[in-house]
């Protein structure tokens, strides 16, 4: 398998688990009564420790699961569960998470809840453990996916208000809800996967 076929195979779970347009959504919800420069505070603090969370637990989650007696096939069907929650909410809902259509005037609003639990959730914690647990070549992939993404997010988050004026709610909802739909057959092909590997 080529290095660009194990990348596209990386980053595009990925990119559907962490959602970047679904959560710009709900981001233009949340800071609707932010000022410029708070939005912008707000940007920075998600694409900080969204990136430093992912890449931390792609580089040692496999050890923190070794230090706790967690075996990778477990987490593989754990995460695989939560991500199948979470596709069939965005499929339902067409949101992640569900709006309340509240504005929140909170300083730490990028890192809580958008560094995590929104980008840097369980479901994108589980996944980058279980792709860069394939080998040296593939952790690097993911780290460069994870930093990629977030970059994404970055300018997403940036621009969020001219974006959405240019997609429109329908055009967000939808795209929300197909990624969902991948969503929940990353999560039921990683389950598979490691029902396979038990012997099961």
Not at 22 to 29: D, K, N, Q, S, W
Not at 74 to 99: K, T, Y
Not at 117 to 139: C, D, E, Q, T, Y
Not at 177 to 194: C, E, M, W
Request: proline share 4%; no cysteine; glycine share 8%.
């Amino acid at each position: 398998m080529s290095i660009l076929l194990t990348f596209v195979k990386i980053f595009f779970p990925l990119f559907v688990v962490i959602d970047p347009f679904g959560t710009m959504a709900l981001f233009l919800t949340m800071t609707s009564d932010y000022s410029e420069q708070e939005k912008r505070t707000a940007t920075k603090d998600a694409f900080v420790y969204g990136t430093i969370i992912l890449v931390f637990f792609t580089l040692i989650g496999s050890t923190v699961l070794f230090l706790m007696g967690i075996s990778l096939m477990s987490i593989q069907i754990a995460g695989g569960i939560i991500l199948l929650i979470m596709g069939i909410e965005m499929v339902r809902e067409g949101d992640r998470p569900r709006s309340t259509g509240k504005s929140y005037k909170n300083p730490d609003l990028g890192i809580v809840p958008f560094a995590t639990p929104l980008l840097a959730g369980p479901g994108a914690i589980s996944l980058v453990i279980i792709l860069s647990k394939r080998s040296l070549l593939s952790m690097g992939l993911t780290v460069i996916s994870v930093i990629s993404i977030f970059v994404i997010v970055l300018i997403l988050f940036w621009f969020a208000t001219p974006i959405s004026r240019a997609l429109g709610d329908k055009s967000m909802k939808a795209i929300t809800r197909i990624f969902g739909l991948f969503v929940a057959g990353f999560a039921v092909q990683f389950i598979i996967d490691a029902v396979v590997s038990l012997g099961v």
